[in-house]
């Protein structure tokens, strides 16, 4: 019969759902919010000097940033499978 440590294996469960999933996705967030900062202050910047009649966002502006999310947490999450010698 073989011991198995429960403690460690939570802590290895924890530790490996931090650094696989949690991680990747607030590196996500962080593009998510720049992508959509930038349209915001493009926007808003148009509106304040006259080349754009009216500010709005759109759905597709939120669509765009989703664009961010995807790529810094996808940079985040291959960097696990990175080979460094």
């Known amino acids: 019969m073989q011991n198995i440590n429960i403690e460690s294996t939570e802590n290895n469960f924890n530790n490996n759902l931090k650094t696989f999933l949690l991680n990747p996705l607030k590196r996500g967030f962080y593009g998510f919010a720049a992508f ?37 947490a996808g940079v985040k999450f291959m960097e696990f499978f990175s080979t460094e010698e």
């Open 36 to 72: 959509f900062s930038l349209l915001l202050l493009t926007k808003l910047f148009g509106f304040i000097l006259g080349i754009q009649p009216e500010f709005s966002l759109s759905f597709s502006d939120v669509v765009f940033s989703m664009t961010g999310f995807v790529l810094a």
